[in-house]
């Protein structure tokens, strides 16, 4: 079992930053993918982004490539999603989730924080 925290979300204007953390309970965080997942008031839950257990391959979903990275610590059993030129679209509770691949889908994800709240005005 891999328990999740989010944290970082918050309340920002359109062009902001933020950076979102993911902290894993257990050094065996190192075996896992992790990814980020989004979803806004009335949609599905979305893909964000995806890193390997190594940190040396990374896959974005479209609407947010060139603005979002995601990356790891895995010394410090923690994931990092750094998210410039945020959008208003970009506004959706976000989760950090762990595969044992790199994967897009949610039903891929064994384990799931409990999200944290983006919020974007414009």
């Known amino acids: 079992q891999v328990q999740l925290v989010e944290s970082g979300g918050g309340l920002v204007q359109a062009g902001d930053s933020l950076r979102l953390s993911c902290a894993a309970s257990r050094r065996t965080f190192s075996r896992y993918a992790m990814g980020w997942f989004r979803q806004a008031p009335g949609k599905e839950r979305e893909f964000v982004a995806v890193?390997?257990?190594?940190?040396?391959?990374?896959r974005y979903a479209d609407s947010v490539k060139g603005r979002f990275t995601i990356s790891r610590d895995n010394a410090e059993n923690t994931m990092y999603l750094q998210m410039n030129a945020l959008k208003p679209e970009d506004t959706a509770v976000y989760y950090c989730a762990a595969s044992t691949a790199i994967a897009t889908m949610t039903s891929q994800y064994y384990y799931w924080g409990q999200g944290t709240q983006v919020t974007v005005s414009s």
């Open positions: 890193i390997h257990w190594s940190g040396g391959s990374t």
